[in-house]
């Protein structure tokens, strides 16, 4: 079962921030936050991870709260390509563990 | 470019017949892995390998084999004991943890239907 509780469906406007929230209050002290996108009938892309620091990459920003229970990708510019289906995954690190994909949340980014 | 190849992109087979999905990375990962995807669904886990001439089950491996003869190559049997073979397969790769972050990387996918 995913550890994660992510909305079904978000909408934004085009050139304007998505914030994609996600929860993950039973997350244990060594599981990272990981984030994957997937396009339709497209392999998952990985966008950024972190474990209770906030991250930033050049694809999104990562904001972890401080009692590492929920957080929050952040697409700072949401372009149409950016439509996609965002997963949020709990994993630790090590031991070739499987990923385990929730339902996601499908983002539409509209013009 | 480096990344992770998967071919064909679609693929139909009659019912009965074995099929092999390829799978081929050129990021010198050590692991690799093995995913199903079925319609609305999130990703199920079929086999993974951390090094070569070997490799374990996921949570669905009935029906599947799989070979690591070579680092870069991981390629997955469909055979005619999987009784709902199709599906749209992912197959990953990562490094180790003990050297680097295991984050997965993602092939683009062979969708296969079995007619």
Same mark, same amino acid.
């Given at each position: 079962?995913?550890?994660?509780?992510?909305?079904? %469906?978000?909408?934004?406007?085009?050139?304007? &921030?998505?914030?994609?929230?996600?929860?993950?209050?039973?997350?244990?002290?060594?599981?990272?936050?990981?984030?994957?996108?997937?396009?339709?009938?497209?392999?998952?892309?990985?966008?950024?991870?972190?474990?209770?620091?906030?991250?930033?990459?050049?694809?999104?920003?990562?904001?972890?709260?401080?009692?590492?229970?929920?957080?929050?990708?952040?697409?700072?510019? &949401?372009?149409?390509?950016?439509?996609?289906?965002?997963?949020?995954?709990?994993?630790?690190?090590?031991?070739?563990?499987?990923?385990? !994909?929730?339902?996601?949340?499908?983002?539409?980014?509209?013009? | 470019? @480096? @990344?992770?190849?998967? %071919?064909?992109? *679609?693929? +139909?087979?009659?019912?009965?017949?074995?099929?092999?999905?390829?799978?081929?990375?050129?990021?010198?990962?050590?692991?690799?892995?093995?995913?199903?995807?079925?319609? @609305?669904?999130?990703?199920?886990?079929?086999? *993974?390998?951390?090094?070569?001439?070997? +490799?374990?089950?996921?949570?669905? &491996?009935? @029906?599947?084999?799989?070979?690591?003869?070579?680092?870069?190559? +991981?390629?997955?049997?469909?055979?005619?004991?999987?009784?709902?073979? $199709?599906? !749209?397969?992912?197959?990953?790769? %990562?490094?180790?943890?003990?050297?680097?972050?295991?984050?997965? *990387?993602?092939?683009?996918? $062979?969708?296969?239907?079995?007619?």
């Amino acid at each position: 079962d995913a550890k994660t509780t992510q909305p079904t %469906s978000m909408d934004c406007a085009e050139g304007r &921030a998505a914030n994609l929230p996600c929860n993950h209050s039973t997350i244990s002290g060594n599981e990272y936050v990981y984030w994957y996108r997937q396009i339709h009938s497209q392999g998952p892309q990985y966008i950024i991870h972190g474990l209770k620091n906030n991250e930033t990459n050049e694809m999104a920003s990562l904001i972890i709260t401080e009692d590492r229970k929920s957080s929050t990708l952040i697409l700072p510019h &949401a372009t149409l390509r950016d439509t996609a289906v965002y997963y949020c995954i709990v994993r630790t690190q090590g031991g070739s563990e499987k990923l385990v !994909f929730g339902k996601g949340t499908k983002l539409t980014v509209n013009p | 470019d @480096g @990344g992770i190849t998967q %071919s064909p992109k *679609y693929l +139909f087979r009659k019912e009965g017949q074995n099929v092999t999905l390829s799978c081929e990375q050129n990021l010198n990962h050590d692991a690799m892995y093995w995913y199903r995807q079925d319609p @609305g669904q999130g990703l199920r886990l079929i086999y *993974y390998s951390q090094i070569v001439n070997d +490799f374990q089950k996921g949570d669905i &491996a009935e @029906g599947y084999s799989v070979s690591r003869e070579k680092k870069e190559s +991981f390629p997955l049997t469909v055979t005619s004991a999987q009784k709902n073979p $199709t599906a !749209f397969y992912l197959c990953a790769s %990562s490094p180790l943890a003990v050297v680097h972050t295991d984050t997965q *990387y993602f092939g683009p996918g $062979t969708r296969l239907t079995v007619l």
